[in-house]
């Protein structure tokens, strides 16, 4: 008896894990989900590597002016 509350408490507690890692998680903006699905997908090698060689041929982005670097907009 003491066997099968072990398996079932086993068994609970592996649904609590899987129940827990599948809750949904709201984003208040797009952006906000954007950066969280990068954060969560690698890039494919051959795919950075072509992501790279077209960076390379855009301007650099124009320098921030000081009053923004100082109140951080």
Known sequence: MKQQTKLSQKQEHI????????????F???DEL????????TV???IAERLKKSAAH????PPQTWW??????
């Open 15 to 26: 649904a609590e894990q899987q129940t827990q890692s599948q809750v949904a998680k709201e």
């Open 28 to 30: 208040s903006t797009a």
């Open 34 to 41: 954007f950066r969280f699905d990068a954060a969560q997908t």
């Open 44 to 46: 494919p090698p051959e």
């Open 58 to 61: 855009l301007p650099p982005p």
């Open 68 to 73: 923004k670097n100082l109140f951080g907009v």
